[in-house]
């Protein structure tokens, strides 16, 4: 009798036990990963005026490192590499150059690779406007020639005291090597 008890329960066991895995991988598959949302939200516009030895009243970046043989007045040959530039870019609500400006976007980026148009980031927004005070500080690669591209935002101060996230950047419009607009959507996933 005992035997017989063995072999019958040991089967039922077993189907138990799978009936158990199979309800706890539907579960598990079946959940959903969580969507983090964003905790603030900007969309922004920085104005860039390179330096080209005939609009130094109106320039707002400059070209402070070139390739040996190149010069600080005109980017360099293929793809720009080594050239650095410095920037003090108006930053504005709208994709309008004259339009109040609610801060400024202060860094550098790099122009880092000669097989394609890229460059590497680093770059503060500084902002005194009635809305928000405060700095964003981002850093990251930026290959220039792909649409929307993510950089990351790893801190900040006054209103944006240690957030952190990500920046969507698109090239709003550029003007040769004069002139570019890039539109900066801010999402901080991390708000204190």
């Known amino acids: 009798m005992e ?19 199979i309800g706890y991988s539907s579960s598990v598959l079946g959940m959903k990963l969580k969507q983090y949302k964003p905790c603030k939200e900007l969309v922004l516009y ?6 080209n030895g005939n609009n ?15 010069n600080l007045t005109i980017l360099a040959p293929q793809n720009h590499f080594g050239n650095i530039v410095v920037f003090d870019d108006p930053i504005t609500v709208d994709n309008n150059l ?3 400006p609610v801060g400024r976007a202060q860094g550098l980026y ?11 980031l680093g770059f503060t927004f500084v902002l005194n406007s009635t809305d928000h005070k405060g700095t964003i500080n981002f850093m ?3 290959p220039i020639l792909v649409k929307a591209r993510d950089i990351s935002v790893i801190g900040g101060t006054g209103d944006f005291f240690m957030h952190r996230g990500i920046a969507m950047v698109m090239t709003d419009s550029f003007e040769g090597d004069v002139y570019f607009r890039l539109r900066v959507d801010i999402k901080m996933y991390e708000c204190w």
Request: hydrophobic share 55%.
């Open 3 to 21: 035997g017989i008890r063995r072999r019958l329960l040991s089967p039922i066991i077993v189907l138990l036990f799978f009936f158990f895995l």
């Open 46 to 51: 920085f104005h860039d005026i390179l330096y």
């Open 56 to 70: 130094a009243a109106n320039a707002t970046a400059a070209i402070v490192a070139a390739p040996e043989g190149s």
């Open 98 to 100: 004259h339009s109040p």
């Open 110 to 120: 790099i122009y880092d690779k000669k097989e394609t148009f890229t460059a590497w």
């Open 140 to 142: 990251g690669a930026d």
